[in-house]
């Protein structure tokens, strides 16, 4: 780790921080990862922190420090929470209008079964309603091969889900930033040609 930055994870080289987008959003956003995924450059649910000023992540899993769910509940919000569920409803402008705001946006992070086991484990999360994301874009998350077709990463279905209860004008950025990120990791895995001038973010491909 003596080369990676600490924030984005990826080599210094590649090192993206400065070019994110800071969103400030009226919801706040909380997403539990599995330990697994903390130091990992493909994680999406890092760059939450580096793209939102209301957002945090719990880390669950590590030795010795058992999360405790319920103190993520910030005061003053309506928690929902994010997952495709067999019984979740459809996130939309309608539903959320049925909601009392500001609203606080809980989702899962790690592989699918990681992420699925969150809420059968958490019997706290059961109590608060439960939605997951209809008919949206296909996922430009290039790192990880998804379980479903239909899948996308946890930044990406974070992002979707603030469109939805804020506007894309708000969230526009946000995916900017997921794009430079995926970008950063590709160049890092030499999958995208570069060189000292092209190995920072916000630069054109090289053919």
Same mark, same amino acid.
């Given at each position: 780790?003596?080369?990676?930055?600490?924030?984005?994870?990826?080599?210094?080289?590649?090192?993206?921080?400065?070019?994110?987008?800071?969103?400030?959003?009226?919801?706040?956003?909380?997403?539990?990862?599995?330990?697994?995924?903390?130091?990992?450059?493909?994680?999406?649910?890092?760059? &939450?922190? !580096?793209? %939102?000023?209301?957002?945090?992540?719990?880390?669950? =899993?590590?030795?010795? #420090?058992?999360?405790? /769910?319920?103190?993520?509940?910030?005061?003053?919000?309506?928690?929902?929470?994010?997952?495709?569920?067999?019984?979740?409803?459809?996130?939309?402008?309608?539903?959320? &209008?049925? !909601?009392? %705001?500001?609203?606080?946006?809980?989702?899962?992070? =790690?592989?699918?079964? #990681?992420?699925?086991? /969150?809420?059968?484990?958490?019997?706290?999360?059961?109590?608060?309603?439960?939605?997951?994301?209809?008919?949206?874009?296909?996922?430009?998350?290039?790192?990880?091969?998804?379980?479903?077709?239909?899948?996308?990463?946890?930044?990406?279905?974070?992002?979707?889900?603030?469109?939805?209860?804020?506007?894309?004008?708000?969230?526009?950025?946000?995916?900017?930033?997921?794009?430079?990120?995926?970008?950063?990791?590709?160049?890092?895995?030499?999958?995208?040609?570069?060189?000292?001038?092209?190995?920072?973010?916000?630069?054109?491909?090289?053919?």
């Amino acid at each position: 780790m003596a080369n990676k930055c600490p924030r984005c994870k990826v080599n210094i080289e590649f090192c993206f921080c400065a070019a994110m987008e800071m969103v400030e959003t009226t919801t706040a956003v909380d997403i539990i990862m599995h330990y697994k995924e903390l130091a990992l450059t493909s994680n999406s649910a890092n760059l &939450a922190p !580096l793209s %939102l000023s209301n957002a945090r992540v719990h880390v669950r =899993g590590l030795e010795g #420090q058992r999360l405790d /769910v319920s103190s993520i509940f910030r005061p003053g919000y309506t928690p929902i929470y994010l997952f495709p569920l067999e019984n979740s409803r459809p996130l939309t402008t309608e539903a959320i &209008a049925d !909601l009392k %705001l500001p609203i606080q946006l809980i989702l899962p992070d =790690g592989s699918w079964r #990681q992420a699925r086991k /969150v809420i059968d484990r958490e019997k706290i999360l059961q109590t608060i309603p439960c939605f997951s994301l209809r008919n949206m874009p296909l996922s430009q998350y290039k790192l990880r091969r998804e379980h479903f077709a239909d899948g996308m990463s946890t930044f990406e279905a974070m992002a979707h889900a603030l469109t939805v209860i804020e506007g894309q004008e708000k969230t526009a950025p946000l995916f900017r930033n997921f794009t430079i990120m995926v970008d950063q990791n590709l160049k890092e895995r030499g999958k995208i040609p570069w060189n000292k001038a092209t190995a920072g973010p916000g630069l054109r491909r090289q053919s």
